[in-house]
């Protein structure tokens, strides 16, 4: 696709809820990221994946939160038993490692637990 | 502990000020980036910094990256609302990760 798209845009959950959000990277990009930014703050990273490399879980918050990409495509972040400290927006990013590396941002997904 | 600190966090300013914001790292970047995100937009690229002693311009932003590689800055000049936003440098660290900052959040103010 010619950007990185998330979806849904906004999403309103009851507390205990489970929760799934997804990202379409940038075709061919063998990189993705996710972050949680919460309001006002800045980009707390979650998870990367590389290739058909073991990801870095190493900035999830807690075992309710897991992550699982397809090859170098479609990424998924789940959220099980939603607390209300997990309302925030979460960014996806995907990039191509290379001379030129940037890497492209989703609009994000805002997350609002009740 | 962050690999890449970011100062000051927050900054207020009145139209048509400069400001300076700093990027720092004990640890040395192949190259750094500068990305502002706009209120309900994900980050956007500004402007890539590879070679030590760089300085890059666009328009009334000037970037520059540190001799050694480990810190950098971005000057705005006359700052107006449009500037306002969250400034993130980011860069690849050793392993080919990709880290940001914790960014600098600008308030331009008419």
């Known amino acids: 696709g010619a950007g990185v798209s998330q979806s849904p845009s906004n999403k309103v959950t009851e507390k205990g809820k489970d929760v799934e959000l997804r990202c379409d990277p940038i075709?061919?990009?063998?990189?993705l990221y996710w972050y949680r930014q919460r309001l006002g703050q800045g980009l707390e990273f979650l998870i990367y994946?590389?290739?058909?490399?073991?990801?870095?879980k190493s900035g999830l918050p807690s075992d309710r939160f897991s992550a699982e990409r397809t090859g170098e495509s479609v990424s998924t972040l789940t959220i099980q038993r939603t607390q209300q400290e997990d309302s925030a927006v979460y960014l996806c990013?995907?990039?191509?490692?290379?001379?030129?590396?940037?890497?492209?941002f989703g609009q994000g997904t805002r997350l609002t637990v009740v | 502990t962050q690999l890449l600190e970011q100062s000051p966090q927050f900054l207020s300013i009145q139209e048509g000020e400069n400001l300076t914001v700093y990027c720092n790292s004990s640890?040395?970047?192949?190259?750094l980036q500068w990305y502002r995100q706009e209120p309900g937009e994900g980050p956007v690229l500004l402007v890539t910094?590879?070679?030590?002693?760089e300085v890059k311009k666009l328009k009334r932003l000037t970037f520059q990256f540190g001799d050694a590689r480990k810190d950098s800055s971005l000057h705005i000049t006359a700052a107006q609302p449009g500037d306002t936003g969250l400034y993130l440098c980011?860069?690849?660290?050793?392993?080919?990760?990709?880290?940001f900052g914790p960014g600098t959040r600008l308030s331009v103010l008419p």
């Open positions: 980011a860069g690849p660290n050793y392993g080919q990760n990709f880290v």
């Open positions: 994946f590389q290739g058909n490399s073991a990801p870095d």
């Open positions: 910094v590879v070679t030590g002693g």
């Open positions: 640890s040395v970047f192949s190259s």
């Open positions: 990013a995907s990039l191509l490692w290379g001379g030129n590396t940037e890497a492209f």
């Open positions: 075709s061919g990009h063998t990189a």
